[in-house]
């Protein structure tokens, strides 16, 4: 599961066609609260979980970007 920072639905399914990652592989909640900013991640995270969608020992990719150059991201194995 990939978990990305959600400024707007045009960049996430732009995202996953050139990563040819299925869309349902990727937890979106930007339909629901927007841009939420810093909160994206753990809002995501927890929808996903909450509909079953990672599940223990599944990889998750936690992946942000900021303003100017800043980006970070994250590997885990959900436990």
Request: charged letters at 15%; a positive charge; aromatic letters at 4%.
């Amino acid at each position: 599961m990939v978990v990305p920072h959600q400024a707007n639905q045009r960049i996430l399914d732009a995202t996953a066609d050139r990563l040819g990652l299925p869309h349902e592989r990727m937890a979106t909640v930007v339909a629901r609260y927007g841009n939420p900013t810093a909160a994206t991640l753990p809002l995501a995270l927890e929808d996903a979980v909450t509909a079953g969608r990672i599940s223990r020992g599944d990889l998750v990719v936690l992946v942000a970007v900021g303003a100017g150059f800043t980006v970070g991201a994250m590997l885990l194995r959900w436990q």
